[in-house]
C-alpha cells in the first residue's frame, strides 16, 4: 500500500515540473568524453544534484575523466545496493541531422530531445529522484545505497576496472543495479542479465608520404584504400563470418532455461525496422535475438581517406583509416581477439597499422537468483507488468567489473524508451519513461529492504 | 641571333621583378572550381593581364564557369596557333600541411609555394609573357595567336567541349599548344602528344535510414560500408586488374615509332621515388612508362562514413560513399566505361547509386608531323637541350577536344619542375622554370612563324 505514494508523488505537476528542470540543467551540460568536452563541469553538476538529495559524494580521480562516488548508508542495513550509470555522452554528430540543438532540451511530442537524454542522464537521473522520492514519501532507506557515476562510459570505460580495483573494499555490496539501454520495442520492462563486450580498433595503410596527383602517379604509388579495402576482406566474408583464425573460439552456449528467456521475448519485424529506419527488416523473433546476443559483430564504424568534399580531387591519397568497433559475446576476451586480429594483420598487411582503441570484456549473471527474482517482483510492481528476462543484450556496458572483478550479481534495468535513438541524431527520452525509472527505483529499493529483512 | 634578345630580356633583374609582381597576383586570387570561389573574378584578372600586353579579350560563358578569350591577329599571318590553359585551381585541402598560406604566394628556396603556381597559373602567366617578351624585343608577331583559357580544368573540363563545338570557327588554328604538366623528373623538357583521358564517379551504399547504435543494431542493420567494399572487391582484383567486363576493350598499343619514343625516356627510380614520397619505389624505366602512359587505373581518390574523428562513436553508418577517379587510354571512352561500370553495379549491388562526376576523353597527336617537329626545335633551342617526344603521359588534359572536335594537332609543352606538388599541399613553381617557360613560348612563336613563311 504503501508504494501508491511514490506513485502519487511522481504523478504530481509539481514535482514532474522540478524533476524536468533538473533533466534541462543536466542535458544542458556538455560532457562530451570523446572530446574531452565539459566532463568535468559535469560531474560537479551531478554532485550538487546527489547532495541535495543528502548523498555524501566525491569525486574520485582516475587517469581519466573522474568518477562520481556516493553513498548513502545506514549500519543498521544489512543490504547494500550500488547504483552504477555514467554522466559522459556520445559526439553529436553529424549536427545537421539534428532538428533541435542537441545541448538545448526540446520537448515534441512528450519526449525530450538532446544528447544525452536517454544515455544516460535521464536514466541516471531517475535513479536519483526514484531516491529522492522513497526519501519523501516513504522515509528512511531499507538498505544502504552506493552510486558509481563514470565520465568515460562512452569512450570504452577505460579507467573504471582500474577504479574499481582500487575501491574494492569502498565499493562492498550485495548488488550491482545499472540503468542504461532501453525497454523492449514492444514496450515491455526487461530485466538484463548480461551485456555483449567490445573491442574497438583502428587500420590505418599508408601510401606515399604525401598525396599524390592520380594522373602523374597512377598506377605507380600504391594507394592506401585499396590496401586496407584487400585487407578487410581477408578479414570478413560476403556473409558477415569473420575469418580471422579463432575469433568464435571461447563462446559459450545459453542454458536452458536461458534459452527459454529468449524464447519469451515478443518480436515485430516491421514495429522494429521502422523503429531503427530500415523497414525492409526480414527477420524472425529467434534469429533476431540469437544475432544480437548470441553472436559477435565486425562493425565499421567510420573510414576516411583522400578528399570527400565537393566536387572531385583527383589525388592518391597518402593514408587511409578505418575504424571497426567488435562486438563480443561471453567468453570471448578483447585482448585475445585484439592479438589474434594483430596476427591476422602481420601476416596479411604487415605495413597497416592497428591500434588498440578500447574495450570491454562481455559478461552474463545467473537468472536463477533469489536477488535477480527480487528485482523482477520490483520491477513487475513498478510497471504493473510482468518484465522480460533477457539473458543478454546487444549494446556493451562495463558490467564485468561487476561479475568478474567484484564477483556480485549485476542486474540492468534500462528505463529509456526502445527508440531513443542513442549514439544518432535527435537521441530523446519519452517524458513518460523518464517518470516511469524514479518509481521503478523507489520500488526497487523498497523490495530488496524488503527481502533483506526477511532474511535478517 | 635575335633570339638572344629574348634571353637577354628575361633576364633582367627588372623585368624579372614585373614577371613574379604579375604571378603573385594571380596566385593571390583564388579560383577554385570545385568549390566556386574566386572563379570569375580570377577570369577577370586574367584579361587584365592580356589586354595590357595588347591582346584582344572577351569573356565568353558557358554553362560553368567563363572562358576568357583572347586574339592577336595580323591578316598577313599564314599560321594560326591556339593556346590553351586553365585559370582555375584545385582545393588546396588538407590545410594544415602547407607550410604557408596556399593563397599567400612565398618563395622558399627558388622556389614559389601557392596553390596553382604550377598548375596552371605559373605556366599560363609565362605563355602571355612569352608574348609580351617577344613583341618588347623581337617586335610585331610572325603568326596569329588565339587563347583559350578556361575556367573548369580541375572539376574535368565540362563546358569546354560544348564550348568548342559552339565556336568552331572563332578557334579556326593550325595547332593547339598547351603548356600544363610537368617537365621529366630528369629536368629534360618534354613534348607531349597525348594525354589520358579521365572518368570520375561516385558509389553511394545505403544501410538503414539512420546511423543506428552498433551494439543495439549489430548484426541487424546492414552496414553500407562493408557493401560498398564487397562491391569494390568485385571490380578490382589484388594486383590491380579491372574485373569490369569489357574494360580493356578498344586500348589502342602504341606505334613502334611510339614505342622507341618511350624508350628514350630516362628514368631514375630512386629519384622519383624519392620525390613523390615514395622512396620504396622499385621499377624498370620501362615498366613506368608503359603503367603510366599505357595502362588505364582505377583509383580511389576519396572514401568516407561513419565517424572519423578523436575517439570512437560506436554506430553502424547509414550512408557509405567513395569517389573513384578512373584515368582512361587511347581508345577507351568515358561514357562507355561509365555504362560498362554501371551494368557491373546493378548487377553486383543493384541498390548502390553510381553517380557520374566528370569525364575526359584520352587523346594522341602522330609525333612525325612537321609541325611538331617545328615545335620539337623551338624547345631545343629555348633549353639548349634536345627535348623528350613523349606519346602520351599519366594525367588527363581535355586535349581531344582539339584532336576530335576540331581535328587539329595539339602540342603540350609543360613548364612546371617536376616535383611541382600539383593537386598537393604546398605546391610550387621554381622560379627558374618559370622564367624558362617564358623564353620557350617567345622560341616557339618564332620557329612557327619562320616555318610558316618558308612554306608560303
Redesign the interface.
Known amino acids: 500500500m504503501s508504494m501508491e505514494k511514490v506513485k502519487d508523488f511522481v504523478a504530481s505537476n509539481s514535482n514532474q515540473l522540478a524533476f524536468l528542470d533538473q533533466l534541462y540543467s543536466l542535458l544542458r551540460q556538455k560532457s562530451i ?3 574531452n568536452d565539459g566532463v568535468e563541469e559535469c560531474a560537479k553538476l551531478v554532485m550538487e544534484m546527489m547532495n541535495e538529495i543528502g548523498i555524501t559524494t566525491k569525486l574520485i580521480d582516475t587517469d581519466g575523466h573522474p568518477v562520481v562516488y556516493g553513498e548513502l548508508i545506514n549500519p543498521e542495513n544489512t543490504f547494500t545496493l550500488l547504483i552504477y550509470g555514467h554522466y559522459d555522452v ?2 553529436p ?1 553529424p549536427l545537421e ?1 539534428w532538428v533541435s540543438n542537441p545541448f538545448e532540451p526540446e520537448i515534441r511530442d512528450g519526449r525530450i530531445y538532446a544528447r544525452g537524454a536517454g544515455d544516460n542522464k535521464g536514466q541516471l537521473l531517475a535513479q536519483l529522484l526514484g531516491v529522492k522520492t522513497y526519501l519523501e514519501t516513504i522515509g528512511e532507506l531499507p538498505i544502504n545505497l552506493k552510486f558509481v557515476f563514470e565520465g568515460e562510459e562512452e ?2 570505460s577505460i579507467h573504471l576496472a582500474s577504479f574499481v580495483e582500487k575501491h574494492k573494499e569502498l565499493l562492498k555490496a550485495d548488488l550491482v543495479y545499472t540503468s542504461d ?2 525497454l523492449h520495442e514492444s514496450g515491455s520492462p526487461i530485466v538484463l542479465l548480461g551485456v ?1 563486450g ?1 573491442l ?1 580498433i583502428e587500420l590505418e595503410a599508408k ?17 592506401p ?2 590496401k586496407l ?2 585487407l ?2 581477408t578479414m ?1 566474408d ?1 556473409e ?1 563470418n569473420v575469418l580471422i583464425e579463432g575469433f568464435y573460439d571461447n563462446i559459450l552456449p545459453l542454458s536452458d532455461y536461458e534459452t527459454e528467456l529468449l524464447k519469451k521475448i515478443p518480436f515485430d519485424a516491421k514495429s ?1 525496422g521502422e523503429k ?3 523497414p525492409q ?1 526480414h ?1 524472425n523473433g529467434e534469429t ?1 535475438y540469437q ?2 546476443i548470441m ?1 559477435p ?1 565486425f ?20 593514408t ?4 571497426l ?1 567488435i ?1 563480443l559475446v561471453v567468453d570471448q576476451d578483447p585482448m585475445d581477439i585484439f592479438n589474434k586480429i594483430k596476427s591476422h594483420v602481420s601476416e596479411h598487411a604487415p605495413d597497416v597499422k592497428v591500434t588498440y ?2 574495450s570491454m570484456q562481455p559478461s552474463r549473471t545467473n537468472a536463477e537468483l533469489k536477488v535477480v527474482q527480487t528485482v523482477v517482483h520490483a520491477v513487475q510492481q513498478a510497471y504493473e507488468t510482468e518484465p522480460l528476462i533477457q539473458p543478454g ?4 556496458l562495463p558490467n564485468y567489473v561487476w561479475t568478474k572483478l567484484l564477483e556480485l550479481p549485476s542486474v540492468i534495468v534500462p528505463y529509456a524508451n526502445f527508440d531513443q ?5 535527435n537521441e530523446n527520452i519519452k517524458i513518460k519513461n523518464f517518470l516511469n525509472g524514479v518509481i521503478c527505483t523507489a520500488h526497487v529499493i523498497d523490495a530488496l529492504g524488503k527481502s533483506a529483512n526477511r532474511n535478517s
Open positions: 568524453s570523446a572530446q556520445q559526439p554528430e541531422k569512450i570504452g539501454g532501453s555483449r567490445m574497438a601510401g606515399a608520404d604525401r598525396d599524390n596527383h592520380s594522373g602523374n602517379k597512377g598506377n605507380i604509388v600504391p594507394n584504400v585499396w579495402i584487400d578487410l576482406q570478413r560476403k558477415g522494429v531503427i529506419g530500415y527488416l527477420m533476431y544475432k544480437l553472436e559483430t562493425n565499421i564504424c567510420g573510414i576516411e581517406s583522400g578528399y570527400t568534399g565537393e566536387g572531385v580531387k583527383t589525388i592518391i591519397p597518402s587511409a583509416r578505418v575504424k568497433d562486438r582503441l578500447g543484450m546487444g549494446g556493451s535513438g542513442n549514439h544518432s541524431p
